[in-house]
Nanobody, 129 residues
Framework: QVQLVESGGGSVQTGGSLRLSCVASGFTHDTYMFGWFRQAPGKEREAVAA???????DVRDYVKGRFIVSRDNAKRTTYLQMASLQPEDTAIYYCAADVDAPVSVPKNWASRPSGFEFWGQGTQVTVSS
Protein backbone atom coordinates (compact mmCIF):
# COMPACT_ATOMS: atom_id res chain seq x y z
CA GLN A 1 0.00 0.00 0.00
CA VAL A 2 2.78 2.42 0.92
CA GLN A 3 4.56 3.67 -2.14
CA LEU A 4 7.15 6.27 -3.06
CA VAL A 5 7.56 7.05 -6.75
CA GLU A 6 10.45 9.15 -8.05
CA SER A 7 10.50 10.90 -11.39
CA GLY A 8 12.40 13.59 -13.21
CA GLY A 9 15.70 11.88 -13.80
CA GLY A 10 17.46 12.00 -17.11
CA SER A 11 20.63 12.93 -18.95
CA VAL A 12 21.99 16.47 -18.96
CA GLN A 13 25.17 18.28 -19.84
CA THR A 14 27.49 19.67 -17.22
CA GLY A 15 25.95 22.81 -15.78
CA GLY A 16 22.43 21.72 -16.53
CA SER A 17 19.46 21.42 -14.20
CA LEU A 18 16.92 18.80 -13.25
CA ARG A 19 14.04 18.66 -10.82
CA LEU A 20 13.31 15.35 -9.19
CA SER A 21 9.91 14.60 -7.72
CA CYS A 22 8.79 11.98 -5.24
CA VAL A 23 5.11 11.31 -4.66
CA ALA A 24 4.02 9.43 -1.54
CA SER A 25 0.88 7.37 -1.25
CA GLY A 26 -0.66 4.92 1.19
CA PHE A 27 0.53 6.64 4.37
CA THR A 28 -1.88 6.96 7.29
CA HIS A 29 -0.38 10.28 8.39
CA ASP A 30 1.59 13.02 6.67
CA THR A 31 4.10 13.58 9.46
CA TYR A 32 6.88 11.58 7.83
CA MET A 33 10.23 13.06 6.89
CA PHE A 34 11.37 12.82 3.29
CA GLY A 35 14.97 12.02 2.50
CA TRP A 36 16.95 12.06 -0.70
CA PHE A 37 19.91 9.73 -1.17
CA ARG A 38 22.07 8.87 -4.13
CA GLN A 39 24.35 6.04 -5.13
CA ALA A 40 26.92 6.13 -7.89
CA PRO A 41 28.40 2.96 -9.42
CA GLY A 42 31.05 1.48 -7.16
CA LYS A 43 30.32 3.93 -4.35
CA GLU A 44 28.38 3.79 -1.14
CA ARG A 45 24.98 5.36 -0.82
CA GLU A 46 25.18 8.92 0.43
CA ALA A 47 22.66 11.33 1.84
CA VAL A 48 21.69 14.39 -0.17
CA ALA A 49 18.86 16.23 1.58
CA ALA A 50 15.98 15.80 4.00
CA UNK A 51 12.85 17.73 4.87
CA UNK A 52 10.18 17.25 7.54
CA UNK A 53 6.46 17.82 7.24
CA UNK A 54 6.95 21.11 9.11
CA UNK A 55 9.45 22.33 6.53
CA UNK A 56 12.68 21.93 8.48
CA UNK A 57 15.36 20.79 6.07
CA ASP A 58 18.98 19.90 5.64
CA VAL A 59 21.13 19.85 2.52
CA ARG A 60 24.55 18.23 2.60
CA ASP A 61 27.55 20.50 2.19
CA TYR A 62 28.72 18.92 -1.03
CA VAL A 63 25.53 19.93 -2.83
CA LYS A 64 24.57 23.00 -0.81
CA GLY A 65 24.13 26.04 -2.99
CA ARG A 66 23.27 23.89 -5.98
CA PHE A 67 20.45 21.68 -4.70
CA ILE A 68 17.20 22.81 -3.09
CA VAL A 69 14.81 20.48 -1.30
CA SER A 70 11.16 21.41 -0.91
CA ARG A 71 7.85 19.84 -0.05
CA ASP A 72 4.20 20.23 -0.94
CA ASN A 73 2.16 18.52 1.75
CA ALA A 74 -1.10 18.95 -0.14
CA LYS A 75 0.39 16.99 -3.02
CA ARG A 76 2.27 14.60 -0.73
CA THR A 77 5.33 15.36 -2.79
CA THR A 78 8.93 16.30 -2.20
CA TYR A 79 11.13 17.94 -4.82
CA LEU A 80 14.86 18.05 -5.30
CA GLN A 81 15.81 20.97 -7.53
CA MET A 82 19.30 20.38 -8.87
CA ALA A 83 21.32 23.05 -10.64
CA SER A 84 24.89 23.40 -11.90
CA LEU A 85 25.08 19.65 -12.25
CA GLN A 86 28.50 18.06 -12.45
CA PRO A 87 29.59 14.61 -13.64
CA GLU A 88 30.14 13.57 -10.03
CA ASP A 89 26.42 14.06 -9.45
CA THR A 90 25.76 11.08 -11.71
CA ALA A 91 23.96 8.48 -9.63
CA ILE A 92 20.68 6.80 -8.96
CA TYR A 93 18.68 9.11 -6.73
CA TYR A 94 16.38 7.57 -4.17
CA CYS A 95 13.51 9.05 -2.23
CA ALA A 96 12.86 7.71 1.27
CA ALA A 97 10.42 8.29 4.12
CA ASP A 98 10.90 8.13 7.88
CA VAL A 99 7.49 7.79 9.52
CA ASP A 100 8.64 8.43 13.10
CA ALA A 101 10.82 11.47 12.54
CA PRO A 102 10.62 14.48 14.86
CA VAL A 103 9.55 17.94 13.76
CA SER A 104 13.16 18.92 13.06
CA VAL A 105 15.63 17.05 10.91
CA PRO A 106 17.85 14.97 13.22
CA LYS A 107 21.52 15.94 13.19
CA ASN A 108 22.54 12.38 12.44
CA TRP A 109 20.01 11.64 9.72
CA ALA A 110 22.61 11.41 6.97
CA SER A 111 24.48 8.59 8.70
CA ARG A 112 21.36 6.57 9.42
CA PRO A 113 19.69 5.59 6.14
CA SER A 114 18.28 2.60 8.03
CA GLY A 115 16.06 5.03 9.87
CA PHE A 116 14.01 5.49 6.72
CA GLU A 117 11.41 2.76 6.59
CA PHE A 118 10.25 3.22 3.01
CA TRP A 119 12.15 3.72 -0.20
CA GLY A 120 11.37 4.44 -3.80
CA GLN A 121 12.91 2.52 -6.66
CA GLY A 122 15.16 5.35 -7.73
CA THR A 123 15.60 7.54 -10.77
CA GLN A 124 18.78 7.78 -12.82
CA VAL A 125 20.60 11.08 -13.18
CA THR A 126 23.41 11.19 -15.69
CA VAL A 127 25.60 14.25 -16.18
CA SER A 128 28.01 14.31 -19.09
CA SER A 129 30.73 16.79 -19.95
Amino acid sequence: QVQLVESGGGSVQTGGSLRLSCVASGFTHDTYMFGWFRQAPGKEREAVAAITDKGDFDVRDYVKGRFIVSRDNAKRTTYLQMASLQPEDTAIYYCAADVDAPVSVPKNWASRPSGFEFWGQGTQVTVSS
